[in-house]
Protein backbone atom coordinates (compact mmCIF):
# COMPACT_ATOMS: atom_id res chain seq x y z
CA UNK A 1 0.00 0.00 0.00
CA UNK A 2 0.83 3.21 -1.08
CA UNK A 3 0.31 6.83 1.37
CA UNK A 4 0.34 10.33 -0.54
CA UNK A 5 0.13 13.64 1.13
CA UNK A 6 -0.20 16.69 -0.73
CA UNK A 7 0.76 20.01 0.32
CA UNK A 8 1.53 23.91 -1.31
CA UNK A 9 -2.75 24.53 -2.46
CA UNK A 10 -3.40 27.81 -1.37
CA UNK A 11 -5.30 31.35 -3.39
CA UNK A 12 -3.30 32.76 -5.43
CA UNK A 13 -4.11 35.99 -8.24
CA UNK A 14 -4.51 34.98 -12.00
CA UNK A 15 -0.61 34.78 -13.26
CA UNK A 16 0.49 33.54 -10.14
CA UNK A 17 2.90 30.80 -9.27
CA UNK A 18 2.00 27.63 -6.69
CA UNK A 19 4.36 24.78 -6.05
CA UNK A 20 2.34 21.78 -5.48
CA UNK A 21 4.12 18.89 -3.40
CA UNK A 22 3.45 14.80 -2.74
CA UNK A 23 5.10 12.53 -0.28
CA UNK A 24 4.43 8.82 -0.86
CA UNK A 25 5.36 6.26 1.69
CA UNK A 26 5.02 2.77 2.01
CA UNK A 27 6.26 0.93 -1.56
CA UNK A 28 10.01 1.57 -3.66
CA UNK A 29 9.11 5.57 -4.56
CA UNK A 30 11.75 4.96 -7.58
CA UNK A 31 10.07 2.81 -9.37
CA UNK A 32 6.09 3.96 -9.10
CA UNK A 33 5.37 6.48 -11.64
CA UNK A 34 3.46 9.49 -10.45
CA UNK A 35 0.60 11.76 -11.69
CA UNK A 36 -1.34 14.70 -10.57
CA UNK A 37 -5.14 15.38 -11.39
CA UNK A 38 -7.35 17.84 -10.84
CA UNK A 39 -11.08 18.03 -10.20
CA UNK A 40 -13.38 21.56 -10.74
CA UNK A 41 -16.44 21.92 -9.12
CA UNK A 42 -19.18 20.15 -10.86
CA UNK A 43 -16.50 18.31 -13.79
CA UNK A 44 -15.28 15.15 -13.91
CA UNK A 45 -11.83 14.08 -12.60
CA UNK A 46 -8.86 15.26 -15.08
CA UNK A 47 -4.92 14.75 -15.78
CA UNK A 48 -2.79 17.08 -15.59
CA UNK A 49 0.64 15.35 -15.45
CA UNK A 50 2.57 11.87 -15.05
CA UNK A 51 5.89 11.46 -15.12
CA UNK A 52 6.90 7.61 -15.08
CA UNK A 53 9.20 5.59 -13.23
CA UNK A 54 10.35 3.49 -16.07
CA UNK A 55 11.98 5.67 -17.55
CA UNK A 56 11.40 9.26 -16.02
CA UNK A 57 9.11 10.12 -19.40
CA UNK A 58 6.71 12.73 -18.83
CA UNK A 59 3.46 13.82 -20.04
CA UNK A 60 0.91 16.73 -19.69
CA UNK A 61 -2.72 17.65 -20.65
CA UNK A 62 -2.81 20.27 -23.38
CA UNK A 63 -3.67 23.18 -21.51
CA UNK A 64 -1.19 23.36 -18.86
CA UNK A 65 1.70 22.68 -21.76
CA UNK A 66 4.62 25.38 -21.29
CA UNK A 67 2.72 26.60 -18.06
CA UNK A 68 3.29 23.51 -15.29
CA UNK A 69 5.90 21.01 -14.52
CA UNK A 70 6.29 18.09 -13.04
CA UNK A 71 9.49 16.60 -11.47
CA UNK A 72 10.23 14.05 -8.85
CA UNK A 73 13.27 13.48 -6.06
CA UNK A 74 13.33 10.24 -5.85
CA UNK A 75 15.80 10.43 -2.31
CA UNK A 76 12.68 12.55 -0.65
CA UNK A 77 10.06 10.25 -1.91
CA UNK A 78 8.27 12.99 -3.46
CA UNK A 79 7.21 14.75 -6.59
CA UNK A 80 6.08 18.32 -7.41
CA UNK A 81 3.77 20.32 -9.72
CA UNK A 82 5.26 23.54 -10.31
CA UNK A 83 2.73 26.06 -11.57
CA UNK A 84 3.03 29.06 -13.52
CA UNK A 85 1.10 31.74 -15.33
CA UNK A 86 -2.00 30.59 -13.44
CA UNK A 87 -5.34 30.88 -14.57
CA UNK A 88 -8.59 30.91 -12.98
CA UNK A 89 -9.53 28.24 -14.93
CA UNK A 90 -6.88 26.41 -13.12
CA UNK A 91 -9.02 26.36 -9.94
CA UNK A 92 -9.82 22.87 -8.53
CA UNK A 93 -8.55 20.46 -6.02
CA UNK A 94 -5.81 18.90 -7.26
CA UNK A 95 -4.80 15.27 -6.04
CA UNK A 96 -1.41 13.10 -6.40
CA UNK A 97 -1.72 9.45 -7.96
CA UNK A 98 0.68 6.66 -7.71
CA UNK A 99 0.35 3.38 -10.56
CA UNK A 100 2.29 0.51 -10.40
CA UNK A 101 1.94 0.02 -14.77
CA UNK A 102 5.32 0.36 -16.23
CA UNK A 103 3.60 3.45 -18.74
CA UNK A 104 0.58 4.81 -17.66
CA UNK A 105 -1.46 7.12 -19.50
CA UNK A 106 -3.72 10.03 -17.93
CA UNK A 107 -6.58 7.52 -18.20
CA UNK A 108 -7.55 7.19 -14.04
CA UNK A 109 -8.00 4.03 -14.38
CA UNK A 110 -4.23 3.17 -14.73
CA UNK A 111 -3.31 4.81 -10.90
CA UNK A 112 -3.36 2.95 -7.99
CA UNK A 113 -2.96 5.19 -5.38
CA UNK A 114 -4.97 8.82 -4.39
CA UNK A 115 -4.21 11.50 -2.10
CA UNK A 116 -6.76 13.23 -0.08
CA UNK A 117 -6.53 16.60 -2.70
CA UNK A 118 -5.57 20.07 -1.74
CA UNK A 119 -7.47 22.89 -3.05
CA UNK A 120 -6.02 25.36 -5.29
CA UNK A 121 -7.98 28.99 -6.42
CA UNK A 122 -6.99 31.25 -9.01
CA UNK A 123 -8.76 34.80 -8.53
CA UNK A 124 -9.20 36.51 -11.50
Known amino acids: QVQLVESGGGLVQAGGSLRLSCVASGRTFSSTSMGWFRQAPGKEREFVAVIRGSDGSISYEDSVKGRFTISRDNAKSTVYLQMNSLKPEDTAVYYC?????????????????WGQGIQVTVSS
Open 97 to 113: AGSRRYWPTGNRNHYDY
